[in-house]
């Protein structure tokens, strides 16, 4: 009988049993071929069973398998915005360990809505996932909601894993010191004045940078003479920087956003405004994304193993005996911060 005949005969969704009775095995031998367990099964016995599952469009049940083994064989990662390069590199790392230990990547967008995380969380521990990473910045105290579900993974034998603290494990950036060497780079090759744009006041992140390039700029010499406040996408760096080019940018002044997203975004403004970038306002940002090798001119910024960084995430939620390695940041000078001689 052919695969299109088995499956036009067949009302219901095919099991297990009936994938067992196909390959003329018993059901725990199809169960652990099929739900990954890790006792070997004869290679001709595996063949069989995955041609039998294949004819009859069988698919191991993921919820099931939750509950016969206390976990399922997912990483439920969370991110603020899935479309920020940042976040997408970060993605990338988790997949790629994912994918070596044949497990699965579940993606949850937050939004930084402290709500909406907790929303998320308090549904994936039905789930069961095998392990939780939480990639966005974090606010401090309200996330405390957040905070109290990731507790109760453990439990339920998820392991969880934060940037920043809150989890079981935490991997460190140091964001402050990665900016604190931007600044002071900028102030040696001899910038004096610097507008700052950033995020809501309280955003980890967007705090530890700016504090940080504010202190190695002036510790150089160079003061910050105005901050604005958006938020991390592309629009915000652009609105921001309008409104600082309104309210008067003198030549030769450098402008240091939290990421390099919001760093293009005011690039953009800058052009729009009639006005050159680099010869005439300087600009830099944090991360090393793609994009800022791509824009004109080149952003200088500080770079981030971004995609190292998720398959450490990922390491974390599977290794009993992980540390992670040291995390190093570079300052890459670009054309868009050409020096004031």
């Known amino acids: 009988m052919t695969a299109e005949a088995r499956r036009a005969g067949r009302a219901s969704t095919p099991t297990l049993h009936d994938v067992a009775r196909a390959a003329g095995v018993s059901l725990a031998t199809a169960s652990r071929v099929l739900n990954g367990s890790e006792r070997k099964v004869a290679e001709s016995f595996r063949e069989r069973v995955e041609q039998a599952a294949a004819e009859l469009g069988y698919t191991a049940n993921i919820s099931a398998q939750a509950i016969a083994r206390g976990t399922s064989p997912v990483i439920a990662l969370l991110v603020a915005d899935i479309a920020d390069p940042y976040f997408g590199l970060i993605a990338s790392g988790v997949a790629r360990g994912a994918d ?7 993606v949850a967008i937050t939004e930084r809505d402290p709500e909406r995380e907790t929303r998320i969380l308090r549904a994936l521990r039905g789930q069961r996932p095998q392990g939780v990473i939480l990639a966005a910045s974090r606010t401090g105290a309200d996330d405390k909601d957040a905070l109290d579900e990731l507790a109760a993974f453990p439990a339920l034998g998820a392991r969880t894993v934060t940037f920043g603290t809150g989890g079981e494990r935490s991997l460190q950036m140091d964001n402050r010191d990665g900016a604190q060497r931007l600044g002071r780079e900028m102030a040696a090759i001899g910038y004096r004045r610097a507008i700052v744009l950033g995020a809501a006041e309280g955003v980890r992140t967007s705090d530890d940078r700016l504090g940080g390039f504010e202190a190695g700029f002036s510790s150089g010499g160079g003061a910050v003479e105005r ?11 652009a609105q921001c920087m309008t409104a600082a080019l309104a309210d008067g940018i003198e030549p030769g002044t450098l402008v240091f956003a939290l990421s390099d997203v919001v760093a293009v975004g005011a690039m953009t403004a800058v052009r729009d405004a009639g006005r050159a970038v680099g010869s005439d306002i300087a600009v830099c940002g944090f991360d090393d994304v793609p994009v800022s090798r791509d824009v004109t001119p080149q952003l200088t910024t500080v770079r981030v193993p971004l995609s190292e960084l998720g398959y450490q995430a990922f390491r974390a939620t599977v290794d009993a005996e992980w540390q992670q390695p040291p995390l190093q940041l570079e300052v890459v000078v670009r054309e868009s911060t050409p020096g004031l001689g």
């Not at 070596?100 to 579940?106: A, K, P």
């Not at 604005?228 to 629009?235: I, L, S």
């Open 100 to 106: 070596e230990h044949g497990l699965i990547v579940t």
């Open 227 to 237: 901050t604005y406040r958006g938020g991390f996408a592309r629009e915000s760096g």
